[in-house]
């Protein structure tokens, strides 16, 4: 949503402000790259501009798995990378879920969060074999197991540990603790253009030495350069309540029917998924519920996990996907220095925090580049 002429005349003309850093974006990585800079250079002035609420993106909308990634994204990367680089990928999310653990979830006592295990689950008549011949699971960790109790599924493998955390609490978090770093976050204002000077919003002209574009699923509304980059998708969930309560506490992931599911609190369970019953229609930036999608993950709690629920919410979020599903952490050809930290795919909650780092460390020019560099690079001109 943008603001009329007549409904920013009732509110304020454009004001200045002075910063030295800008973020685009209050997402968790937004903010966590605001975490990070300040983390790593104390004296840096850093302003956030949330176009609606901090949260209102996929980080307050996912289901709130923090985990490093399945089984199958692993098997995924190592076909394509070859096994060396997909350990370094594992490794990676590995510190960032440390990291997160380490400095945000035990340092802050109101956030609540699990320490659980994930678990990508195969379903009756796959054959392990298969998948372990050409993919080493013991040395990403996995572990197999089975007796699920569940009739679906031959087993799945398993890595610990994980977090299972409420999103939007760990933001809120965020947002309080950088605002006691004087960190300004400006919500409900959205960016327009990168400038010689910083950058413009709706309401301001901000001079800042450097910006940094944290929208991903949204980058390419903000400038077309991103369409080919950064390709936005829509994820829909549902919360049911359980008629009896779910004795699994883990993250679950079923790589065939692409689904993923978690207990949230006492008989409510969340589920999330099926895009691929109507890919092309999952396309784009908005967020919305459709019955296919939702009707397809019912009948996976019926059919699949043999439940008894009722539906207690519906909702939808936007992911943004690299043509690789892996970050992309660069530096872009624009009119004053400036940096795009985004394309997190599925997996924004378990590699954002490090990869946030990783921007902090190119703006203070402690790296040449990214991690991610090695696997995903592009030049984008503004
Ligand atoms: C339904 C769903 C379930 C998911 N489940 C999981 C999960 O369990 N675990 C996991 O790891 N990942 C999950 N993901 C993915 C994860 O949520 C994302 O990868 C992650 O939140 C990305 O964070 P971000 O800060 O980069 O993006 P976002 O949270 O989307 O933040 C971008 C922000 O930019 C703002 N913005 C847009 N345009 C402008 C502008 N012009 N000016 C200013 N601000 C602007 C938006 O309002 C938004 O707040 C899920 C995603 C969805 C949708």
Same mark, same amino acid.
């Given at each position: 949503m943008t603001l009329s002429h007549w409904q920013r005349s009732h509110s304020f003309a454009s004001t200045e402000i002075n910063t030295d850093v800008v973020i685009l974006g209050g997402g968790f990585v937004?903010?966590?790259?605001?975490?990070?800079?300040?983390?790593? %250079?104390?004296?840096?002035?850093? !302003?956030?501009?949330? @176009? @609606?609420? %901090?949260?209102?993106?996929?980080?307050? @909308?996912? &289901?709130? /798995? *923090?985990t490093k990634g399945s089984a199958a994204f692993y098997r995924y990367l190592t076909r394509t990378w070859g096994l060396e680089?997909? #350990?370094? +990928?594992?490794?990676?999310?590995?510190?960032? *879920?440390? *990291? #997160?653990?380490?400095?945000? #979830?035990? &340092?802050?006592?109101?956030?609540?969060?699990?320490?659980? /295990?994930?678990?990508? $689950?195969?379903?009756k008549g796959t054959d392990r074999r298969i998948w372990e011949d050409e993919f080493p699971v013991g040395q990403f960790g996995f572990e197999w197991r089975d007796n699920l109790s569940f009739d679906s599924f031959e087993g799945g493998y398993e890595y610990a540990p994980e977090y299972k955390i409420n999103p939007l609490q760990l933001l809120t978090s965020l947002k309080k603790l950088l605002e006691g770093r004087k960190v300004q976050v400006i919500e409900n204002v959205s960016g327009f253009e990168i400038t010689p000077e910083g950058c413009r919003t709706e309401l301001h002209l901000i001079r800042a030495k450097k910006v940094i574009l944290a929208l991903n699923g949204y980058a390419s509304e903000f400038h077309p350069s991103f369409k080919e980059v950064f390709y936005p998708k829509r994820a829909q969930m549902l919360a049911v309540e359980l008629e009896t309560d779910l004795e699994h506490q883990g993250l679950y992931y079923d790589p065939d029917d692409k689904v993923y599911w978690r207990r949230?609190? =006492? @008989?409510?369970? #969340? +589920?999330?998924?099926?895009? *691929? $019953? =109507?890919? !092309?229609?999952?396309?784009?930036?908005? =967020?919305? +519920?459709?019955?296919?999608?939702?009707?397809?993950?019912?009948n996976y709690l019926t059919d699949e996990l043999g439940i008894k629920y009722k539906v207690i919410h519906r909702w939808s979020g936007i992911m943004g996907f690299t043509k690789t599903e892996l970050p992309l952490i660069e530096k872009l050809n624009a009119p004053l220095e400036a940096y795009v930290v985004g394309g997190f795919s599925g997996h924004g909650m378990g590699f954002g925090f490090h990869s946030a780092k990783e921007m902090a460390e190119l703006i203070a020019g402690h790296k040449q580049q990214s991690f991610f560099s090695s696997f995903n690079k592009e030049t984008i001109k503004l």
């Open positions: 937004g903010l966590s790259t605001a975490y990070w800079i300040t983390e790593l %250079c104390p004296g840096v002035k850093v !302003t956030v501009i949330e @176009r @609606r609420l %901090c949260g209102e993106g996929a980080s307050g @909308r996912n &289901a709130g /798995f *923090l680089k997909a #350990l370094s +990928i594992s490794e990676f999310a590995q510190t960032s *879920l440390e *990291l #997160l653990h380490h400095q945000i #979830l035990k &340092a802050s006592p109101e956030i609540k969060f699990d320490k659980t /295990f994930s678990m990508t $689950l195969l379903k949230a609190s =006492d @008989r409510v369970l #969340l +589920i999330g998924g099926k895009r *691929l $019953l =109507d890919a !092309t229609g999952e396309v784009g930036v908005f =967020d919305k +519920i459709s019955p296919v999608i939702q009707e397809g993950l019912e």
